[in-house]
């Protein structure tokens, strides 16, 4: 009973964009977010609106996503720290920050990517789901893939980010995500909402960011 209410319940569920101005973005290097040379996203938004319904993503996660943004606006840092020290401990993921020709890492690469990595957590919180956050999840996607690796940064790492790991950081990025969510005073359920929206908002992305792996019509 209880899963068929989850399922019944999911058929309001989906996201309406956010028709509100866009803020002015960062003049960041390679954050692209809202420009229009971006390609357009060969996903559509009924296709975005059909994802979140079968993710159970509604208007509460978005709810919880935003009051997350307060709270993580000022750790920014400290949670790249732990992320960036993840990677830099776990030798499967590092590699692909590393220069193919001195077989170390980059740490020009590292460091331009740890800046847009800043605004992605902002811009998760934020999310306005709308054409121009689409189009840029699918050119997220085309970085990680062999299409656009290493182009924005003119970098010399491995062709691509192999494919299994983009669902497979959903976990360690939310999971050292959730004490900085418990660090401002927020009740135990809100951190528990703002976590499990958190979850459903990565994954939901790193689903997008696949398109660039997926056999034409298989997406």
């Known amino acids: 009973m209880k899963m068929l209410k989850l399922l019944l319940a999911a058929t309001s569920l989906g996201v309406v964009a956010d028709a509100g101005a866009a803020p002015p973005r960062p003049d960041v290097p390679g ?4 420009q229009a040379t971006l390609a357009r996203a060969p996903y559509s938004m009924a296709d975005l ?8 993503f509604g208007a509460d996660d978005v709810a919880a996503l935003r009051q997350s943004k307060a709270i993580l606006a000022d750790q920014t840092e400290a949670i790249l720290d732990v992320w960036y020290g993840f990677v830099a401990s776990t030798p499967e993921l590092v590699v692909f920050f590393g220069d193919t020709r001195s077989g170390q890492p980059d740490a020009n690469y590292l460091g331009a ?19 121009a956050w689409l189009d840029w ?11 656009k690796k290493n182009k924005t940064d003119g970098a010399h790492g491995p062709a691509q980010v192999d494919f299994r790991y983009l669902p497979a950081l959903t976990i360690p990025i939310t999971t050292t ?7 401002k005073g927020a009740s135990v359920a809100d951190v528990e909402r703002m976590h499990a929206a958190w979850v459903k908002a990565v994954l939901m992305q ?11 019509g298989e997406f």
């Open 31 to 34: 954050y692209a977010l809202g």
């Open 49 to 56: 609106t059909a994802l979140q319904k079968s993710m159970l």
């Open 113 to 131: 990517v740890r800046k847009r990595f800043a605004l992605w957590i902002l811009d998760t919180a934020d999310a306005t789901y709308d054409q």
């Open 137 to 147: 999840q699918y050119e997220i996607g085309l970085r990680h893939n062999r299409l």
């Open 177 to 183: 995500l959730k004490p900085f969510l418990a660090k």
């Open 206 to 216: 790193a689903i997008l960011w696949s398109h660039p792996y997926i056999k034409d």
